[in-house]
């Protein structure tokens, strides 16, 4: 399934603020199958397991807890080249940067309340959608 998968969060902002059709919307008309579906909030812990890889870094207290503030949509997509596909409909992390007609244009509130994890490699998207979904839960 390698680079044919992605995982994505419709983060607690994009759901607090009635986005998930709107995104989820985007997401199919791009072209993407949607191949595990699921809300679900993140427990802190979960949150500093998920994001540890930026463990160090200066906002990654902010980052586990606004993660953790309120319900997620967890996805994981398929279509050709997913990851590269999914990051290009995304758009770039800051929305003030991201490209007109992309998610984070769109819906995103600010640099860290983007609206939408996109993974950033094929591995990551693996170990991300094993870390939300049991083999089972993926179609």
């Given at each position: 399934m390698s680079g044919k998968i992605t995982f994505t969060m419709i983060k607690p902002d994009a759901v607090a603020d009635g986005h998930i059709g709107a995104i989820l919307g985007k997401i199919s008309e791009a072209g993407f199958k949607i191949k595990a579906l699921?809300?679900?909030?993140?427990?802190?812990?979960?949150?500093k397991k998920f994001y540890e890889v930026h463990a160090e870094r200066p906002f990654y207290g902010?980052?586990?807890?606004?993660?953790?503030?309120?319900?997620?949509?967890a996805a994981v997509l398929e279509n050709e080249n997913a990851v590269e596909s999914f990051r290009t409909l995304i758009g770039a992390t800051n929305p003030a940067d991201a490209a007109e007609g992309t998610i984070r244009k769109m819906f995103a509130r600010s640099i860290g309340e983007n609206a939408v994890h996109g993974s950033d490699s094929d591995e990551n998207a693996l170990l991300e959608a094993s870390f939300h979904f049991a083999g089972k839960e993926i179609f």
């Amino acid at each position: 399934m390698s680079g044919k998968i992605t995982f994505t969060m419709i983060k607690p902002d994009a759901v607090a603020d009635g986005h998930i059709g709107a995104i989820l919307g985007k997401i199919s008309e791009a072209g993407f199958k949607i191949k595990a579906l699921k809300l679900t909030q993140l427990t802190v812990a979960d949150a500093k397991k998920f994001y540890e890889v930026h463990a160090e870094r200066p906002f990654y207290g902010e980052l586990v807890d606004f993660m953790s503030s309120g319900p997620i949509v967890a996805a994981v997509l398929e279509n050709e080249n997913a990851v590269e596909s999914f990051r290009t409909l995304i758009g770039a992390t800051n929305p003030a940067d991201a490209a007109e007609g992309t998610i984070r244009k769109m819906f995103a509130r600010s640099i860290g309340e983007n609206a939408v994890h996109g993974s950033d490699s094929d591995e990551n998207a693996l170990l991300e959608a094993s870390f939300h979904f049991a083999g089972k839960e993926i179609f």
